[in-house]
């Protein structure tokens, strides 16, 4: 009792399972509480228990000697449970509906490599356009690898009876509204607009021209417009340079001329 408010907790507990290894439980979508754990001989199992009566499990299987922990991830949409021990290098999936056997084993996913730990995507994070239910997170020694598991479907169109209407992020209630003893239910959420990647786009590879990457030229200018004239000493600077020019060039070509000449002679005598 405190702030003049009376907190009251209501706990109970039973032997789900007579092992002393560590135990995992979720609550179903019927109300349910599934559990793994061990039993006395260290064998593990799963149960399925009704919170107004544990006297009695509604089911009951053992399943391996394996020393692992089973995790399980509920799926409350599809009333599927996903088992993975830790050492395991397989994931085991059952159904769970109101008839009995109440716990129906469906299928085992394998793989080579054992796991170390195992994560779960929420239901709005998968992919709607490829059918995928369900999509894990394999922790390896050095990696993490994700697998995907898909419901395969030959038409294109979103599949409803694969994804009825989830839990959204928005909650029901405030947190004041739940302290004053309201209660509803989940908001939930439509994943027909989920995420849906874009198509897969041709990719073409092509051989880029050096002259592609020269900037663009710009305007081209009046040469009236835009360039200055020359002064007049500027002028006359340059017809001095070009005469000079001219003069060197008529020097050398005499001098090769003379040179060719003498050559001749030289040769001529030798004869």
Not at 157 to 162: A, E, G, N, R, Y
């Amino acid at each position: 009792m405190s702030e003049r408010q009376l907190a009251l907790w209501d706990p109970e507990r039973f032997a789900a399972h007579e092992g002393m290894r560590p135990m995992r439980a979720v609550f179903t979508r019927q109300g349910h509480i599934f559990t793994t754990g061990f039993t006395r001989m260290s064998q593990r199992e799963l149960g399925l228990w009704d919170p107004n009566n544990f006297e009695e499990p509604v089911a009951l299987q053992e399943m391996d000697t394996s020393n692992g922990v089973l995790l399980p991830f509920y799926d409350p949409d599809s009333s599927i449970v996903y088992l993975c021990g830790k050492g395991d290098s397989s994931i085991r999936y059952f159904e769970i509906t109101e008839e009995p056997p109440f716990v129906h084993y469906l299928n085992t996913f394998s793989s080579k490599e054992p796991q170390r730990g195992m994560g779960f995507m929420p239901k709005r994070g998968l992919d709607v356009s490829k059918c995928e239910i369900a999509r894990f997170y394999k922790l390896h020694e050095r990696k993490c690898e994700p697998i995907i598991m898909t419901v395969p479907r030959k038409s294109d169109l979103f599949q409803d009876d694969l994804y009825p209407d989830t839990p959204g992020p928005e909650p029901a209630l405030e947190a004041d509204e739940w302290l004053s003893g309201q209660d509803a239910e989940p908001v939930l959420i439509s994943l027909r607009d989920g995420y849906m990647p874009p198509k897969h786009r041709e990719l073409r590879v092509t051989k880029r021209n050096i002259l592609d990457v020269r900037p663009p030229p710009g305007p081209r200018r009046s040469q009236s417009a835009s360039d200055a004239p020359l002064s007049q000493h500027t002028l006359e600077t340059l017809l001095e340079e070009i005469k000079a020019l001219r003069e060197q060039v008529q020097a050398q070509e005499q001098r090769i001329t003379s040179l060719e000449n003498m050559l001749c002679e030289l040769v001529d005598g030798t004869d």
